[in-house]
């Protein structure tokens, strides 16, 4: 039960210009992978990823598969490319040997990196997801001004209450938690007025609030009609039992089967990610090893403050 690997999977915020550029150029199987999402999507996204600026890749419709091709690609690059490959030899040298998960995880756009890295999407079916999804969630942030906000220094009873006191009152809005990423960090989301007046209550509780520069209100009710949209894409997508346990957004809990991987995608949009629960549960469940596959470090910086302090925790982007 005990000495199990974790690979986890970043999500939206995570990209930086000419990311995958390096395993484009030296991977055969990255090279043709990432011509295959050009082919996919029908427009070049390898050229955004590569030399874009870094306000064409803050573009949700670009941000999500450019996140999710380039942790995808790492991932199988891992599992398929020779142990003698310079990509290989790199991911040696940070102490991984290949991509032989007991558990995976994403968070939130995340999810669809792991479900496609574990085997429950085929490639082409988990980037149409995505970019159905990144444009889904683009227009549900177009049609009503929405915001987040990070919370830190407060427990989670705290900010729940609040966001619900201030949305019971009905002159501001709705404002929501929306993600739990660690203890006394919590991001907040929803109407602009709503968010604001939350910020300003939860710093009278000795908490400080720090608004953020997103598109929109993620995982709150304001994505509802992304999710509407995206709910028969994801109906009509085929789901198999992946290699190993994911454990999903919507409840922290490891799941294999089908029909619940896509029970839970299905309300993910407009429901929280419990990041905090689901390292906690990993490691609960004999994690032991946390490994952050795609661009920067962020989870790997929330399993150090999450985990105990002798897991081993490392990253490849």
Known sequence: MYDMKAFVFPGQG???TGMGKDLYESEVLAHDLFEKANEILGWRISDVMFTGSTEDLKQTKV?????FIHSVVLAKCLK?????SAFRKRAAEAGIEG????????HSLGEFSAL?????????????????????M??????KPSTMAAVLKLDDATIEETCAEVTAKGSFGVVVAANYNSHGQVVISGDIDAVSEACAQLKTKGGRAIPLVVGGAFHSPLMDPARVELAQAIEKAVIVEPVCPVYQNVDALPHTDPAEI??????????????????????????????????????????????????????LQ
């Open 80 to 84: 398929e490319c020779a142990p003698e």
């Open 138 to 143: 683009q227009k549900a942030c177009e049609l």
């Open 63 to 67: 941000t999500q598969p450019a996140i």
């Open 262 to 315: 896509k029970r839970n995608l299905l309300i993910q949009l407009t429901s929280p990610v419990r990041w905090a629960q689901i390292v906690e549960k990993m490691v609960a469940d004999g994690a032991c090893e946390f490994v952050e596959l795609g661009p920067g470090s962020v989870l790997q910086g929330l399993a150090r403050k999450l985990a105990p302090a002798e897991t081993k925790i490392t990253g």
């Open 99 to 106: 991509f032989a998960p007991d558990m995976v995880a994403g």
């Open 116 to 136: 496609t890295a574990a085997g429950a999407l085929s490639f082409e079916e988990g980037l149409t997801l995505v970019a159905k999804r990144a444009f889904a």
């Open 14 to 16: 995570a990209q930086f």
